[in-house]
């Protein structure tokens, strides 16, 4: 079976992700957490040229305050709107326990999405 080139995966990875979507957080790795809001990724890097192509997110983010205790495991990426979900849900880099009021910080580059 044929596959596709390096070239096309990186133009269709920076087509379908696009900057001011959005991340959800899940607890579970299977519905978004009620317990923290989404947050914007406002840049993405370009697609890497690699064999699976990569995006990014360019700089650190923080999510809102959580409105509750939780232990988010899992990110997800929608839409701006946030009703589109663009990519299965994918285990965090560090899994943390967030106390009410806590927010998640994220360095740049630990949001990735590949084209598999």
Request: negative net charge; contains cysteine.
């Amino acid at each position: 079976m044929a596959g596709l080139t390096t070239a096309f995966s990186r133009t269709t990875l920076d087509s379908a992700i696009a900057n001011g979507d959005i991340v959800k957080w899940s607890e579970n790795g299977s519905s978004a957490s009620g317990n923290l809001a989404a947050t914007a990724i406002a840049a993405w890097d370009a697609a890497t040229s690699a064999d699976p192509a990569v995006r990014q997110n360019t700089a650190a983010v923080d999510s809102a305050a959580a409105s509750t205790g939780c232990t988010i495991t899992h990110f997800a990426v929608y839409d701006s709107g946030g009703t589109t979900q663009k990519t299965d849900w994918t285990t965090v880099t560090l899994q943390r326990t967030l106390l009410t009021g806590d927010k998640l910080n994220i360095a740049a580059g630990d949001i990735k999405v590949t084209l598999t």
